[in-house]
């Protein structure tokens, strides 16, 4: 069934106030998971509700799926925009309604805004750049900050600094509601890397970020085949991506060692179609592509290996976010987690 999805929420006379619900369905249409997105202005904006329905309906959705981007419930949420449903339920009977809360009082919602406070608050006690230049400071500073905007107090012990890393590396506290680890994935990389395990990783980028000395001390190797030339020849005569290339060239490195794809979504592809075929044999793979095409389907399609995996459910990611996993588990290693 075709699903279409209609965000609505107050209009404004000043265009610019209606900005910030347009940027919002553009998120949701990057995400890949409906049909179609549009957004509905309940007044002195256009369009309304009832042309964004004409026009979902009109391009074949047969189910709609209407938001409240309302903070709080009010008569627009308990009166207004049903008795406008009922309204386009009578015109289009063949179509599906279907209308969901409004935002509400969510944890979220407080987050963002003691982010929002935090924010301004560090740009008056910094307009002194004297404590800027003491790293260590601002790395134990930043660290505290996010165990008071997240709470970790019922997340397995193994995964909360690998969380805290996730946070600190992109400044965003999403991270702490959508990493997605399978049972024993921390386990299962700790020991990894303790056996002497090579890292193998799909970028470049990748590959830089991670901390050499201790993977090497432990008896482990960090390796990355993108920039080889018989990959690049390969994948130009197959027409597939250095990326997918490179991780077919590496099965007998990745063997009981981890796998970082922090990049490409067609390399994330690749590595579980290889496991699942019984040719790579990895002990975790860590992957948190970003991107609008693939990452999000790729994450999904690891969710279903059984070799164990460290992950997210949304197109986030990047080659920081894999770093910053990969280097959380080399510090619970050498502290003898």
């Not at 990493?179 to 990389?189: D, I, K, M």
């Not at 490179?246 to 590595?271: K, Y």
């Not at 040719?279 to 592509?289: N, T, Y």
Request: glycine share 8%; aromatic share 6%; with cysteine.
């Amino acid at each position: 069934m075709k699903t279409g999805v209609i965000i609505i929420s107050h209009g404004s006379k000043i265009s610019s106030g209606n900005d910030g619900l347009l940027q919002i369905a553009d998120m949701l249409r990057g995400m890949n998971r409906w049909d179609m997105v549009e957004p509905a202005f309940l007044q002195l904006a256009k369009p309304g509700l009832d042309e964004v329905v004409e026009k979902t309906v009109s391009s074949g959705m047969e189910r709609l799926v209407v938001v409240p981007l309302l903070l709080f419930k009010g008569n627009h949420v308990f009166k207004d925009i049903p008795e406008m449903l009922e309204g386009e339920k009578a015109k289009y009977p063949e179509v599906e309604f279907i209308y969901t809360n409004n935002i509400g009082a969510d944890e979220r919602i407080a987050l963002i805004a003691a982010d929002r406070i935090h924010e301004k608050l560090v740009e008056i006690q910094y307009s002194n750049k004297e404590r800027l230049e003491q790293p260590q400071s601002i790395i134990d500073e930043s660290f505290e900050i996010i165990e008071k905007l997240v709470n970790l107090g019922n997340v397995p012990e193994l995964q909360r600094p690998i969380i805290q890393r996730a946070i600190h590396a992109t400044g965003d506290t999403e991270y702490a509601y959508h990493l997605l680890f399978s049972p024993n994935a921390v386990e299962a990389g700790i020991k990894a890397l303790k056996e002497g395990k090579n890292i193998v990783t799909d970028v470049n980028m990748v590959k830089a970020g991670i901390s050499k000395n201790p993977v090497e001390n432990f008896g482990g190797k960090l390796i990355c085949k993108i920039d080889d030339k018989m990959v690049a020849d390969e994948a130009k005569q197959l027409g597939k991506t250095r990326a997918m290339v490179a991780m077919q060239f590496s099965t007998e490195e990745m063997r009981d060692g981890i796998v970082a794809i922090g990049n490409a979504p067609t390399a994330l592809f690749e590595i579980i179609d290889l496991i699942e075929k019984g040719k790579a044999k990895p002990a975790l793979v860590i992957g948190i592509p970003v991107g609008f095409v693939g990452a999000v389907e790729a994450k999904a399609a690891l969710k279903e290996i059984s070799v164990p995996y460290i992950t997210n459910d949304n197109r986030k990611g990047g080659s920081a976010v894999a770093v910053s996993i990969v280097n959380a588990i080399i510090n619970m290693a050498k502290e003898g987690k």
